[in-house]
């Protein structure tokens, strides 16, 4: 079914509303569906959204003076709007259910396509951007764009779907026990795969044990048919996987994994690594354009993914050849004299150790500085994890310099100090913006810079400066 064909019985049908007035107007494709008035093109058709400190119907006339065909909105606030306004619009019960119910019903119209969800404290991103060049092999792939992995991002991704596309990938977040079971529910996976459960969130949920049954909700609350893709090195996540009873594919580095890291060697100078992968029996090797300490596992993920989808082993290879990583998880910028490694899309102990091991394996000899900022929603464990990392992992490492972002981030230097490092290295920073207006240059203290935080502490500002400083630069 192509998207220009939905009609008002499709969305009767989506919206199970008990009486059902259309507006006399062609039914938007779903495409065509938008939540942000600020970027309506003419002839979308707005779909006001409303939170604790928005409300999107304040916009509708907006949107409709930007060329807007029309609009949905609440039945309650039918009154706000002037007659004229009225025939432009649909009466739902709650505009967000019904943009989900909408997705929903058009993704079920697509039963050609393989869909496949994913979930992990760390590593989503990466793992999703190497499954899409995998899966990109076989024929056309939608992919999960930023970060619309909710309750609002999801039913986005699945407006974009379209009959010519063989397989869609996308992430799924949680904030609450039940977010990923309701996602299952809305996008209807084929394939879902955990990658991992770290300390990420474990604030928002309280403990790791809450978080690891809310991650679980992706085995559990996905249908009959769906194939489990699950992390051989973990055991609670093997045996939350066979609970379920469930086709299950396990992937990890750990022998007895169906997909396995049989080796992994870094190149010289730290250009790139050579993988070598045993799928299902089958080998295949694959030299990756980055270096780094998880992305091995999480090629794993995906070829495990990939060939639970229907796609052939030698596009494994074809796809991961090359991969050089994602925007701001550890992307690499070449400047003149100064190399930036962009890691600040988000941080945890778990990734903030795997990035400090990587620099320092992949860097060795070389002036090393950190910009390190808060790791965000730890809960009780937040001072201890910060004072550990600091004391353990960048003391020993002796940074040429370590510029800490945030109140948090204050720690590490706590910890650092007490590995002996050296104080006079150390620089505190309330915020990015207090650091920016210091005007460090950085290319005195180091020759690689490595730059990490959660994503909340706006990080990505200072590798934007630099890399356009350095750009402008003659």
């Known amino acids: ?72 909105y609440a039945e309650a606030r039918g009154r706000e709007f002037s007659a004229a306004e009225r025939k432009l619009g649909l009466a739902v019960t709650d505009p967000l259910e019904a943009l989900q119910k909408a997705a929903s019903g058009w993704r079920r119209q697509m039963p050609q396509l393989k869909l496949i969800a994913l979930t992990g404290s760390a590593g989503k991103t990466t793992t999703k951007e190497m499954l899409a060049r995998i899966l990109r092999q076989s024929g056309p792939t939608l992919a999960t764009e930023a970060n619309f992995n909710n309750e609002i991002g999801v039913p986005k991704t699945l407006q974009l779907l379209r009959s010519d596309q063989r397989f869609a990938v996308l992430e799924f977040g949680a904030r609450k026990t039940g977010n990923i079971a309701f996602l299952c529910k809305l996008a209807t996976p084929d394939v879902t795969c955990l990658l991992n459960v770290g300390t990420a969130h474990v604030g928002v949920f309280g403990s790791v044990e809450k978080l690891l049954a809310t991650k679980l909700e992706i085995f559990r609350d996905s249908g009959s048919e769906s194939i489990q893709i699950a992390n051989f090195d973990d055991p609670r996540i093997m045996a939350g996987a066979k609970a379920t009873g469930k086709k299950t594919i396990s992937f990890g580095s750990e022998p007895g994994a169906d997909v396995q890291v049989e080796s992994c060697q870094w190149l010289a100078n730290a250009s790139g690594m050579q993988v070598t992968l045993n799928v299902l029996g089958t080998r295949t090797s694959f030299e990756m354009g980055v270096a780094h300490a998880m992305f091995a596992v999480n090629a794993a993920a995906a070829a495990a993914m990939a060939v639970a989808a229907g796609a052939k082993a030698e596009c494994i290879s074809a796809g991961l050849t090359g991969f050089s990583g994602a925007k701001g998880r550890y992307q690499i910028h070449h400047m003149s004299r100064l190399t930036i490694i962009d890691d600040t899309y988000n941080a945890n102990p778990e990734s903030l150790a795997a990035g400090l091991a990587t620099v320092a394996r992949s860097y060795q000899g070389q002036r090393i500085g950190l910009v390190l900022g808060d790791m965000l929603e730890l809960g009780n464990d937040t001072h201890a994890q910060h004072r550990r990392l600091g004391l353990e992992l960048i003391a020993p490492m002796q940074p040429t310099l370590l510029a800490t972002v945030g109140e948090e981030a204050k720690v590490f230097a706590e910890g650092a100090r007490a590995g002996h490092y050296p104080p006079e290295r150390l620089r505190s920073y309330s915020s990015v913006f207090d650091l920016l207006a210091d005007h460090v240059a950085f290319e005195d203290y180091c020759d690689v810079l490595y730059i990490k935080g959660s994503n909340g502490v706006k990080l990505a500002k200072l590798v934007e400066a630099l890399t356009t400083a350095a750009a402008r630069s003659p």
């Open 1 to 72: 079914m192509d998207s220009k064909a939905v009609t008002w019985d499709d969305y009767k049908r989506w919206l199970q509303l008990e009486s059902f007035v259309p507006p006399e107007l062609p039914a938007p494709a779903l495409a065509r569906l938008s939540t942000d008035s600020r970027s309506i093109k003419t002839g979308d058709w707005f779909v006001p959204l409303s939170g604790e400190s928005f409300d999107g119907h304040r916009y509708v006339s907006q949107a409709l003076a930007q060329g807007a065909a029309g609009f949905f």
